[in-house]
């Protein structure tokens, strides 16, 4: 109490401008340590980037970095320490790869955080290698070579906001979209927030002309899509992605159908199959799917990114909104993701 | 008494908000910097460097060529020593005047002396006033994570531009310039890196058309002041260092070393206007052969490329990734270009 007392006694005396330089002096504070403790787990793999996200040196990547399962990368961490790993999982369309290093060493680590939690214009950080500035070219001598360096393994800090969430740009289906500057170089590496968890794995930018140059738009892949998989990277080889196997839906507010409701309701399920895992989770025609596993499913494009982040063979509630008898009625079905021609779909969802 | 401390309170608050805050201290930071930097208009006859690749004239090269206007340099002493960019004084120069703040005419401008390889370059001009010179940040207690404002010229220097960032590294090209993430385009190399309170960092240099970050990628460079000082009595005597240029035949790509269990080098990165990209090479193909050479490590392309002329053609061989995960070989047939090193 008394200290609480002495520290507002204490503080006005603060002429205001300084009080703003203080209060800026403090976040910057904080955001250095966080680079501080981040910046260690950050590896350098070929051309781009990675993390690792355990001491027992579990790293992820782009799979457009580090390939396919059973390649093997000489990884090194920021410092330039050395380790041999192993591709032991992918997903070329996810752009993920989880590499192991081999190695009984505490090495440095940053957590898996919570990417549904993310805000838009929270602050986040990107640690990465653009163009090869941290490195050299592989470390090695560079006659000629861009983004001639001492090979010092130092990687490149950038800080932005998130600038949105959900985003569907080609195959990645639920990007987190940043203004932290990333470039060619910048792939595979974590986009962090301010409490030091990887919320994402960096990946793809808009260009311009094909200039390969940041333009203030980012895309990482979220942490909870990679959770969501981990354990099938963790079993090897590669990964599906889940989809509703029998169900036809388009956009809300669609003039061919009645009661199709507006535009950004949900989607409209306008065609289903008998004996299909849609038939048998409950779904009828007419039927509006607002919500995916607690998320609001606004469009077709959004409804196919949602479910894309869960791996086949995934069971998830969906919320669904029926006309009984003149009245709307909110409710909640299981559905089982995946293709019934490749994994068996229990005969009822409900009881799993 | 408790009431009127709750009020106190209050009025902190909601001044350290930290939007508000942030905008106070740019505010702020840009009052203080902006007499300190002055706009450079350069005329010339010639300006082989402030050109794109294959002469900035492919359709997307355009923006790469400097634009017309003034840069910006940064007033280093009293009596009228500029510090600016060398790419901004580069090529064949007709005259240089300076503008700056309080003053109504610009001032005639002297090249001193120049580095180019730092890319810093000195002018100076006879003002009748002294000049307002910025104090120094202490580098050493700089730390990667760090606020940094890149200020710059405007055609009215007493309203600089500045641009907001992080320190994102702080050893690069040999540890004499730090790395940031505020934008940095050719209007504003050659102004001030400064801190928080408007503390001379660096100068804002190592732009170029041909450079693989390009302008305002949020990829950009200044010559630490410590290092500044040390290339100052060699500036102010007249020194005029070019840059080391090597020109070598090209195949247009970033190299990477490729996976451990598979020879080659990995292609990272194709530069703008690259002629592997022409051939039909892209990202993440394996080159594992250049005219019969094997292809194992850089070196080893390096040494392939080391004997043929721009303007040469070469059968490359490289792997692909098919969608399986497998790689598959291809032939290209690459007419090399000509690579300057920096």
């Not at chain 1, 579990?58 to 399962?69: D, E, F, I, K, R």
């Not at chain 2, 070019?242 to 269990?261: C, D, F, H, K, Y």
């Not at chain 2, 020879?263 to 892209?282: F, I, Q, R, W």
Request: net charge neutral.
């Amino acid at each position: 109490m008394t200290a609480a007392l002495l520290t507002l006694l204490v503080a006005p005396v603060q002429e205001p401008d300084d009080a703003a330089l203080q209060r800026v002096l403090a976040f910057q504070d904080r955001l250095q340590k966080v680079v501080e403790k981040v910046r260690p787990a950050y590896v350098f793999i070929g051309g781009g980037s990675g993390v690792c996200i355990s001491k027992d040196g579990w790293v992820l990547t782009n799979h457009h970095v580090a390939g396919p399962t059973g390649r093997e990368w000489e990884v090194r961490f920021t410092g330039g320490k050395a380790y041999n790993g192993r591709v032991i999982g992918h997903d070329p369309l996810h752009d993920i790869s989880l590499i192991k290093l081999d190695t009984t060493d505490t090495l440095p680590y940053a957590e898996l955080g919570d990417s549904d939690a993310l805000q838009i214009g929270q602050h986040v950080i990107a640690v990465g290698n653009p163009f090869m500035l941290g490195t050299g070219q592989g470390g090695q001598p560079t006659p000629g070579g861009h983004g001639r360096t001492d090979g010092n393994w130092d990687p490149t800090i950038t800080f932005g906001i998130v600038s949105a969430l959900h985003r569907h740009q080609d195959a990645y289906s639920d990007a987190i979209h940043t203004d932290c500057q990333i470039n060619p170089g910048n792939s595979g590496g974590p986009l962090i927030t301010l409490e030091g968890k990887v919320i994402g794995i960096n990946g793809r930018i808009a260009m311009r002309f094909h200039n390969r140059v940041n333009t203030g738009i980012g895309y990482a892949i979220p942490s909870n899509l990679i959770r969501n998989f981990m354990d099938a990277y963790k079993a090897g080889g590669r990964v599906r992605r889940g989809y509703i196997d029998g169900v036809t839906v388009t956009n809300c507010g669609h003039e061919g159908y009645e009661n199709s409701g507006e535009y950004g309701d949900g989607v409209l399920v306008v065609g289903l199959t008998e004996d299909t895992p849609a038939a048998k989770a409950g779904l009828k025609e007419g039927d509006i799917i607002v919500k995916i596993a607690g998320h609001r499913v606004v469009n077709d494009n959004r409804f196919h990114g949602v479910l894309s982040t869960y791996p086949q063979t995934s069971i998830v509630p969906i919320g669904v909104k029926r006309k009984v008898a003149g009245e709307w009625k909110e409710f909640d079905l299981k559905v089982w993701l995946g293709d019934p021609n490749h994994f068996k779909p229990p005969e009822d969802p409900k009881r799993d | 008494m408790s009431a009127c401390m709750f009020l106190a309170g209050c009025l902190i608050q909601g001044g350290t908000d930290l939007q508000d805050a942030l905008s106070k201290v740019s505010q702020d930071a840009r009052a203080k910097v902006s007499p300190s930097v002055v706009a450079i208009l350069v005329e010339r006859s010639r300006d082989p460097e402030g050109v794109g690749p294959r002469g900035g004239r492919s359709d997307i090269a355009e923006f790469q060529n400097r634009p017309k206007g003034p840069c910006s340099g940064t007033i280093v002493s009293a009596d009228g020593l500029i510090a600016t960019s060398a790419f901004n004084i580069s090529g064949e120069i007709k005259s240089i005047s300076v503008t700056v703040a309080g003053f109504e005419q610009p001032f005639e401008a002297k090249l001193l002396g120049f580095d180019k390889e730092k890319d810093i370059a000195l002018l100076k001009i006879d003002a009748p006033r002294e000049l307002p010179v910025l104090p120094k940040a202490d580098l050493a207690a700089l730390k990667v994570g760090h606020f940094a404002f890149l200020v710059g010229r405007a055609p009215d220097p007493a309203n600089a531009t500045i641009n907001f960032g992080i320190v994102s590294a702080l050893h690069r090209f040999g540890g004499s310039h730090l790395q940031y993430d505020a934008e940095l385009n050719y209007g504003n190399v050659g102004g001030p890196v400064v801190d928080l309170q408007g503390r001379l960092i660096g100068i804002a240099t190592h732009i170029r058309p041909k450079t693989p970050w390009g302008q305002s990628g949020g990829v950009g460079f200044a010559l630490k002041m410590t290092d500044f000082d040390k290339l100052l009595p060699q500036l102010k005597t007249g020194g005029r260092k070019e840059r080391t240029v090597q020109r070598r035949a090209s195949l247009g790509i970033v190299m990477a070393a490729g996976p451990r269990n598979m020879k080659g080098v990995m292609v990272s990165d194709l530069m703008p206007d690259s002629p592997a990209a022409k051939a039909g090479l892209k990202v993440g193909d394996v080159i594992t052969e250049v005219e019969s050479a094997t292809i194992e490590k850089a070196e080893d392309l390096n040494k392939a490329l080391e004997r043929r002329k721009p303007g040469d053609t070469v059968r490359v061989k490289a792997l692909r990734a098919t969608d399986d995960g497998e790689y598959k070989e291809f032939q290209a047939t690459v007419t090399l270009s000509e690579e300057e090193e920096y």
